[in-house]
């Protein structure tokens, strides 16, 4: 939640970490944040009230023509007050300062992530056996991080075997036709096929997940990595969810204890964070403000935060969220991010991407080689390399509409804009250090983070009447700054 007045900015942080936790991100906000770049902070302070730490700080600007003053307040959500001097402060320096403190808090959750246990169970009464679903999660996980070259190499042997298959049946000049009709095939039926990568299928009567968290402390750390192989983290996953779930009993701190002391690992109960979510009523909410039916939803058990829909159709479409969003997220961030990905059913993107790739594909075989072979002679490389750019430049019109639609139909852009820094924050601070022209240019759908950011927290979205319209003049006029620059 955000509320912005002509005074003030407060905004409210969830944090991934354990109440144990607090003093030390203040502690690490204060050591990477400010004592790097110590010439412009002043009346650097901290103090505790009621049991809540709260570090203060001032950024003063050039030549101290204008200041910020920032308080962070400890505890769940994370407070923080962002109050600029006057009107003089540019609305630019209270955005980056807002990112920079999301930025860093996301550092030290990835510490703290490094050396902390995740215990994730779904709805269903059963325990998901993590070594039958190694493969399956790096297939789901090559897909969520975006690597276009696998899918690249599985179309291209896959074109070798419908070329041969064709070539054998004498049939060769309809090939490419046969390629793309067994592709739509799988379009057609990619609810059904992505569904089988998800560890568990969320309904309305089995609607949550639950998740723990157990930040190990380093003195414990190599302990229980050389002692508790994953089988028996398994066999203790296993035996808290008989202790609870498989008898209708909520996850409890005090059982939790008990197992894993059971076992020999006498846990800090401070380090211990549990909870649920209600998945189903999230996604239905949303689903229900879009004006469609409620998607099928699976959930993979994956530390990946990301979040995908797919289908041919809003009748015949599929979520799927992993468990690493419902991690990193809270509950209004997931929905806004799952806000753009039911645009993206509703508008049926992954259908319009299809079309417009079997367009340029047919127009290269049955045009391009046919009648102007030279070309490809020459320059097929670069024609391909040039086709290729111009469809993923039309893929983020369609990605910066889904974002949007989703801040106009949820409300909620600055949910969507601290979720994609949370998710994304590597990025952007590559971003930051680079021309993002490659990022316009690249082979990934998504127009650049810094963009989609930037865009959600300054747009009027009351004057957006198309949103698609809208998204093709801002990512052109993305593209031609960048260029300018």
């Known amino acids: 939640m955000e509320i912005k007045t002509q005074e003030e900015i407060l905004f409210m942080l969830h944090v991934e970490v354990s109440p144990a936790y607090h003093s030390d991100l203040l502690l690490f906000i204060y050591r990477k944040y400010i004592v790097p770049y110590y010439h412009r902070f002043a009346n650097v302070r901290r103090w505790i009230i009621n049991g809540k730490e709260t570090l203060a700080f001032t950024l003063l ?35 980056r300062i807002k990112e920079d403190l ?39 996980s090559q897909i969520f991080t975006g690597n276009m070259l696998l899918l690249f190499i599985i179309f291209l042997l896959f074109s070798y075997f419908m070329f041969s298959v064709a070539w054998i049946l004498g049939i060769l000049e309809y090939a490419p036709l046969l390629l793309l009709l067994s592709q739509f095939i799988l379009v057609l039926f990619a609810d059904k096929i992505v569904m089988q990568m998800g560890d568990w299928l969320i309904t309305r009567e089995n609607s949550k997940v639950y998740i723990l968290q157990y930040h190990i402390p380093p003195e414990d750390l190599e302990f229980i990595k050389q002692n508790y192989p994953k089988e028996k ?19 409890d701190s005090e059982t939790v204890q008990e197992v894993f002391l059971k076992y020999g690992i006498r846990i800090r109960p401070e380090n211990l964070l549990i909870k649920s979510i209600d998945i189903y009523r999230i996604v239905d909410d949303v689903a229900k403000k879009f004006g469609m039916p409620t998607p099928k939803i699976a959930v993979a058990n994956i530390i990946i ?19 690493g969003l419902l991690i990193q997220l809270d509950e209004e961030e997931i929905s806004a991010v799952l806000g753009h990905e039911i645009s993206h059913v509703k508008g049926r993107d992954p259908l319009i991407f299809f079309l417009l790739a079997s367009s340029e594909y047919l127009l290269r075989v049955y045009v391009v080689l046919r009648y102007l072979p030279y070309l490809v002679t020459l320059f097929g490389f670069l024609y391909l390399f040039f086709a290729l750019t111009v469809i993923y430049f039309i893929a983020k019109f369609f990605e ?30 590559f971003e930051r250090n680079t021309n993002i022209i490659g990022a316009w240019l690249g082979m990934d759908p998504h127009p650049p983070l810094s963009f989609r950011i930037e ?6 979205l009351h004057k957006v009447k198309h949103p698609l319209l809208q998204s093709i003049k801002d990512c052109i006029r993305g593209l031609l700054s960048e260029i300018a620059y």
């Open 61 to 95: 600007g050039p030549s101290n023509f204008w200041y910020v003053d920032v308080e962070i307040t400890s505890g769940e959500p994370m407070e923080i007050k962002i109050k600029p001097s006057g009107p003089n402060v540019p609305p630019e320096v209270l955005n």
């Open 102 to 140: 999301i930025i860093t808090i996301q550092m030290f959750e990835d510490e703290i992530r490094r050396r902390t246990l995740y215990f994730v169970w779904g709805p269903e009464k059963r325990l998901v056996d993590e070594k039958a679903l190694t493969q399956r999660k790096k297939i789901l």
């Open 233 to 251: 983290l398994l066999q203790i996953k296993r035996e808290i969810y008989e202790r609870t779930m498989a008898i209708r009993k909520t996850i």
């Open 305 to 323: 935060p990301n979040a995908a829909a797919t289908g041919p159709r809003p009748r015949s479409s599929l979520v799927l969220i992993t468990s």
């Open 400 to 429: 910066a509409r889904a974002d949007l639609e989703s801040a106009i139909v949820l409300g909620k852009a600055d949910a969507l804009a601290n979720a994609l820094r949370k998710i994304g924050y590597r990025r952007l601070l």
């Open 455 to 460: 865009r959600l927290e300054s747009v009027k």
